[in-house]
């Protein structure tokens, strides 16, 4: 072998060493045009506890429910959940409806198009709500024994899973390593019937 063809090879195997220590290029991260808002699906409403047949109904009477949801992130990048909160209603004859059950989560992250799954819990209690029926007036012209009958029906609806439930809520959330692309905010609603226990 010549001299230059040794020169030659020994430049060529230095090269291909070089290369193979150098490994894999890092990619370059390019900022997301948009931070596409999170999107809110609502999975349903457990009752977790039963109630007793037949009223009356104590003031300490408890009835418990979970709500569920799947919060997904569009975007292609990490996302960090701002704020979360929702309402969850029933029916009782008035145009505000009666809250069953609330929530909030102050803040999470989602990974690049991946998802969350959150529940809430949180007890319901009879005389609580009775209070609010009479603050109310949701029992009309009859006040106190209106009130305590419309909660007995309310009550006993509950625990029968006979009424429809009626989520509203909201969400804002930002990308926090392009935080030049602000938080943006969502509000998301649902209807939903408990199946029965």
Known sequence: MNKKASILWVMIAGMAFLLACAGPRAVSTTSPAENLPLSVEFLGMERLNPIAAKPP????????????????????VWAKVEDFYFEAKVEDGTPDKTIVLTGSIPGGVIPARGEMTLSCTEPYIYGGVFGSYI????????GIKGAAKKLEELWKDLGNDKRKFFISGKIASSLPEFSGLGIVHRQFNAEFSIPTL
């Open 135 to 142: 603050l109310r007036g949701v029992g009309g012209e009859k």
């Open 57 to 76: 109904y104590g003031k300490t009477d408890t009835l418990v429910f979970r709500a569920s949801f799947k919060i997904v992130n569009p975007n292609q």
